[in-house]
């Protein structure tokens, strides 16, 4: 059984660590799942990596060999698929992205850093700035000086396409934000296609604006990698898991 995970396997213990899903952290959840499965086996990755290993088999992402699989949900995650095989690394931390720091921050950024703390211990973590509740966040901030998410997504959005001036606004802040976290990875890894999943991943301005705000950010100033969207959306965790092997 192949079962899409928050957080990664410790390679030293076995045992869950880095899940946002926290009462996870700690436990052995590979074992403890089997034994109560009456002994069958069960593979865990994390939910990013199984959501990139089924775009990089057979979804948006397939006939490439370096696959960057990024979900811009309530949360943000990422993961590397090389040949058709997720890289885990040799701490779990293969594809790591969210908790990073954000890259080239400006005083905007800086201001909404003070006002919050991600559950990782730090404040000015990707994920809190490139999800979808970063979105809401940036458009809060804006609007009233707090990050508290006030509206969702999807009304930002459909303020936005009023011509809002504080949506367009906050829009442009993600547009920005996300650009450079994809530019500071795709100097390291440099991946042959990069698949969008997640509310966010809806939004089919991305597709057409992003390539143009990455490339400030990119060593050399050329960047021709495609930006897709998932083919298979919010199944692709579920499908990863079920291409997991032992």
Excluded at 13 to 35: E, M, P
Excluded at 88 to 105: F, I, V
Aim: proline share 4%; aromatic share 8%.
């Amino acid at each position: 059984m192949g079962i899409a995970i928050p957080g990664s396997v410790s390679g030293v213990t076995g045992r869950i660590k880095n899940a946002n899903s926290t009462w996870l952290n700690g436990q052995n959840l590979s074992r403890d799942l089997s034994q109560a499965l009456q002994g069958r086996p069960v593979y865990l990755e994390n939910d990013a990596n199984c959501f990139a290993l089924s775009e990089a088999v057979d979804g948006a992402g397939q006939g490439y060999r370096v696959v960057w699989g990024l979900i811009l949900g309530t949360g943000s995650g990422s993961g590397i698929v090389i040949d058709g095989k997720t890289q885990e690394g040799r701490h779990g931390l293969g594809g790591e992205w969210g908790h990073n720091s954000l890259p080239w921050q400006t005083e905007e950024d800086k201001a909404m850093i003070s006002k919050m703390q991600c559950y990782c211990g730090f404040s000015d973590c990707v994920e809190l700035f490139v999800s979808g509740t970063g979105f809401e966040r940036a458009y809060a901030f804006l609007a009233s000086g707090e990050v508290r998410p006030s509206l969702k997504g999807p009304q930002i959005m459909e303020l936005c396409s009023g011509g809002d001036l504080t949506a367009v606004a906050a829009f442009e802040a993600y547009l920005s934000r996300l650009a450079r976290a994809i530019a500071a990875t795709v100097n390291v890894l440099d991946p042959d296609v990069i698949v969008l999943g997640g509310g966010m991943s809806n939004v089919d301005e991305l597709y057409s604006r992003l390539p143009e705000a990455i490339v400030p950010y990119i060593f050399g100033h050329e960047f021709s990698t495609p930006i897709v969207k998932a083919r298979y959306g919010d199944s692709s965790g579920v499908r990863g898991a079920a291409w997991l092997n032992p």
